[in-house]
């Protein structure tokens, strides 16, 4: 069986790193300094770095050095996903399985922490989503639908499951699946967001949990294309 400090070991970059206060003045050592300290050569201190920096631990900038960033999952779970739906694209689906569950497992602790002001604020995305559809020409409110959401689950002291959501819309826009112009199902969407925003305010939150999983069934309803990712 293998040791626990095996199965999670890390690089000596990273461990040294966990070592350092959360601190923004925090001085990171230039890398032959650095190298020293950790006893690995540069080239290999090159490396590691470049992986911190992938994960989001690390930015590397000329002049300025190496600053240490607070730890946050996203950076490390697109990149990890971003490559997973280009090589199989089905993972898309898969993911977006997941961010059902996770949306429904968290919703009601979520919408009962949430502001008199959030509320309105989800009033307000509900209102100028629906302007733009009916505008001329019509607009998509794709902004507003991440924001929408979002928004929901923003009061959760779980940042994971925030940040798993965040990852999945930015994974929904650059897989191309905003880009959808059925204005009758996109108004749909919109008319479940308008449902929901008013079983929240009424505090009716199981109720508003079952909306949301019905409107998130809507989307078996769009034809499934191939996902293609689409970086700016």
Excluded: C
């Excluded at 070592?19 to 650095?34: H, M, W, Y």
């Excluded at 689906?93 to 959030?118: C, G, N, P």
């Excluded at 969407?189 to 008013?198: L, P």
């Amino acid at each position: 069986m293998e040791t626990t400090q095996k199965r999670y070991q890390i690089s000596e970059l990273l461990k040294y790193l966990a070592s350092l206060p959360e601190d923004e003045n925090t001085r990171i050592p230039p890398l032959a300094e650095l190298s020293q300290i950790l006893g690995i050569s540069v080239a290999s201190l090159r490396e590691q770095l470049e992986v911190a920096r992938m994960m989001g631990i690390l930015e590397i900038k000329p002049k300025a050095g190496i600053k240490k960033n607070q730890y946050q999952l996203k950076p490390a779970l697109l990149a990890s996903l971003s490559y997973g739906v280009e090589v199989n694209n089905r993972l898309f689906w898969q993911v977006a399985d997941m961010r059902k569950h996770l949306e429904a497992a968290y919703f009601i602790d979520a919408v009962q922490m949430l502001s008199t002001a959030d509320k309105e604020e989800l009033s307000a995305l509900v209102k100028k989503a629906q302007q733009k559809l009916r505008s001329i020409p019509s607009q998509l409110p794709n902004a507003e639908h991440r924001q929408f959401h979002l928004t929901m689950y923003r009061r959760l002291s779980n940042h994971m499951v925030y940040e798993f959501l965040e990852t999945y819309w930015d994974l929904y826009r650059l897989t191309g699946m905003d880009v959808y112009t059925d204005i009758n199902y996109v108004d749909r969407v919109w008319q479940y967001h308008g449902r929901i925003v008013e079983q929240i305010k009424n505090g009716n939150y199981t109720q508003g949990m079952q909306i949301l999983l019905e409107h998130m069934d809507l989307i078996s309803q769009r034809e499934r294309p191939a996902p293609r990712l689409s970086f700016e």
